[in-house]
């Protein structure tokens, strides 16, 4: 009988744990950094926000292992911003690279900076 009560627990058990979601990507805490720079439009958000972006960059833990989609994109637009124009030109070209369905966004961007 204990056998019996045994199995059925750890077969809960794995099916619990076979059943929990994987995230695709890791975001950090990006959130919270990018309502702050939203919110406060002040140097000091847009530092942080630009130390989120390096951390979602280097440290992925995602099962995809890959910079979630538009991370990019994002963060070139942000260095655009801050007047770094070719790092920012770069992370927009990474999008491209790993993300081609957004080639139409981001060109339309670049000829934003252009003129």
């Known amino acids: ?5 045994l199995f059925i627990g750890l077969s809960a058990v794995l099916y619990l744990t076979s059943c929990a979601p994987k995230n695709l990507y890791s975001w950090s805490n990006y959130d919270d950094t990018s309502y702050k720079y939203l919110k406060n439009s002040d140097e000091k958000s847009l530092e942080q926000l630009i130390k989120t972006y390096r951390k979602l960059i280097e440290e992925q833990t995602g099962t995809r292992n890959a910079v979630p989609p538009g991370v990019y994109a994002d963060y070139g637009f ?15 070209e990474k999008e491209i690279s790993l993300y081609p369905e957004s080639k139409i966004f981001i060109d339309r961007i670049l000829q934003l900076f252009e003129k």
């Open 1 to 5: 009988m204990k056998r019996k009560f």
């Open 78 to 92: 942000v260095l655009l911003l801050s007047e770094r124009i070719e790092e920012g030109k770069a992370m927009l």
